[in-house]
């Protein structure tokens, strides 16, 4: 068994979907478990439990007024959140299952009870501190970032991206912030929802050129993305973060039914190995991995399965 990982699974994370005819289904978190079992990496790993966060947690990111917002519809069920996200009935304690889980895999790492983290459900990284947006009703990752900073007194935090989709609820909440280090490979905004990510954008003000977007172009496989990656990495490993949050989202494989990308898992499992090198050497080894988007049930099995595998054997395999 690793001593350094710690997976959260559970039926409280099931929970945040937003029914079968939706893309964010009922089925993925499931999807993952059943992959993680028939590779036997649930013998190998810790395994921690979904938590539901406070109101007061999860407004270190968002707008009491947008809370209160979703707390509403969740109870009556029905109408949109915005134009993908619908509101279903009880939507606010899943989200909220979220954003606790993901601020209980920090406290373990933060408290040094294993080095690396892993949640499949999670990664929401849309949001706005305003509104939902994109499948997103709570950004987990804005209110981990602010949680580093409030609870933990850590400033400079490595949020590293490889969705299909640009993580723009992270990027302009915190575009101004000179310590938020983003990198963020994404489809090219030209062709794929939320249209934003474009290599200018490299923060404002103070943060500028403490962000890094890069923008890879419809049906980019694991070739082309591992030629840009090198510049990714010197980028981290110049800033030197206390912590590094990966977003490594599924949609990017090839077969997702709504982006266009053809990454196989070996994207993903190159990604992970060397944030775990980059962790060891600045970060105290403290990487917290969410999952992400992923829609193609396969596929989000198949790279998340990846990831922990990853996880688990550095620096051994």
């Not at 979907?17 to 964010?24: E, L």
């Not at 978190?29 to 966060?53: C, I, M, N, T, Y």
């Not at 949001?127 to 400033?155: H, P, Q, S």
């Not at 490979?185 to 490299?202: K, Q």
Request: aromatic share 10%; with cysteine.
């Amino acid at each position: 068994m690793s001593d350094n990982l710690i997976v959260y699974t559970g039926e409280q994370l099931a929970r945040y979907h937003f029914g079968a005819d939706h893309p964010f289904g009922p089925k993925r978190h499931d999807a993952f478990v059943e992959r993680f079992k028939q590779k036997q990496l649930d013998r190998r790993v810790s395994h921690g439990a979904p938590v539901g966060a406070s109101e007061e947690a999860i407004e270190r990111f968002h707008l009491r007024e947008y809370v209160e917002e979703v707390k509403a519809a969740s109870e009556s069920g029905g109408g949109m959140l915005d134009p993908d996200t619908p509101a279903v009935k009880g939507i606010y304690e899943a989200a909220a299952t979220v954003v606790g889980t993901g601020l209980a895999a920090l406290e373990q790492l933060m408290q040094g009870h294993y080095k690396r983290a892993f949640i499949p459900i999670g990664g929401l990284h849309h949001a706005y501190r305003d509104r939902a947006a994109g499948f997103c009703v709570f950004n987990d990752c804005g209110v981990i970032i602010e949680t580093l900073r409030e609870i933990y007194g850590i400033k400079r935090i490595a949020y590293v991206d490889i969705d299909a989709h640009h993580g723009d609820g992270v990027f302009y909440s915190f575009e101004y912030d000179p310590q938020l280090f983003i990198v963020d490979v994404h489809e090219d905004g030209r062709h794929l929802y939320p249209g934003s990510g474009a290599s200018e954008e490299t923060g404002k003000g103070e943060a500028a050129g403490t962000k890094l977007n890069i923008p890879m172009p419809m049906q980019a496989d694991d070739e082309q993305f591992l030629d840009i990656w090198p510049e990714a990495e010197n980028f981290l490993a110049q800033k030197k973060p206390e912590v590094i949050l990966l977003q490594c989202g599924a949609d990017s494989l090839k077969g997702d039914p709504i982006t266009h990308l053809h990454y196989s898992e070996a994207t993903h499992a190159h990604v992970t190995r060397r944030l775990c090198e980059l962790a060891d050497q600045h970060s105290q080894g403290r990487l917290l991995a969410l999952g992400g988007g992923g829609y193609n049930l396969d596929n989000l099995a198949t790279a998340w399965t990846t990831v922990v595998e990853q996880m688990i054997t550095y620096p051994e395999a």
